[in-house]
């Protein structure tokens, strides 16, 4: 037992004034980028907060643009809707202010990048269709698109909505 006491006695090392001084100043060193290291992982910490922040808040208004467009042309809709009711104007009237709007609606759909899908006459694609029906028809080839009945758009070369369509069959 008395060996033990002694093993766990505190050690005294004797050292050189120079090693005494380089260990200090490592220490101080060690201590140093600690600290740094330390205020480096908060600063990434919040950079990282304040990051998912700003993504949160870009997502909530990132259509923000596009709906103030959409806005417009529900404001040509309102007015033609109260100009046909008020003023009873005739059909063709009418149809044409929706024609304009319609027209308007297009075009803002092109600026961002949004066109329709090409599909009456040619091959059914799984990409860029989605079956609903198939017709016996002996002119044309098999898997040919007769009739859409639902456009389909891209975006960027991208399908945001597959056409829904219908598809020929021997």
């Known amino acids: 037992m008395e060996e033990k006491k002694i093993n766990e ?8 004034e120079l090693v005494y001084l380089e260990l200090k100043a490592e220490g101080e060193k060690a ?10 992982s908060a600063d990434f910490d919040n950079l990282r907060k304040r990051l998912e922040k700003e ?4 997502l909530k208004y990132a259509n923000e643009g596009i709906l103030l467009e959409l806005l417009n042309v529900l404001d040509d809709l309102e007015r033609t809707i109260n100009l046909a009711e008020d003023k009873h104007e005739d059909l063709n ?18 600026q961002h990048g949004v066109k329709p899908i090409e599909a009456e006459g040619k091959v059914f694609d799984p990409h860029y269709h989605e079956a609903l029906m198939q017709v016996e028809n002996k002119d044309l080839p098999e898997h040919t698109i007769v009739e859409v009945l639902q456009k389909g758009y891209l975006m960027h070369e991208r399908v945001i909505r597959t056409a829904k369509v219908k598809v020929s069959k021997k």
Request: hydrophobic residues 50%; contains cysteine.
């Open 93 to 110: 009237a009418f149809l044409k202010g929706v024609e304009m709007i319609l027209a308007h609606l297009y075009d803002m759909l092109k």
């Open 9 to 16: 006695e505190i050690k005294t090392v004797t050292l050189n």
């Open 55 to 58: 993504r949160l808040e870009f």
């Open 31 to 40: 201590k140093e980028c600690q600290d740094k290291l330390l205020r480096a």
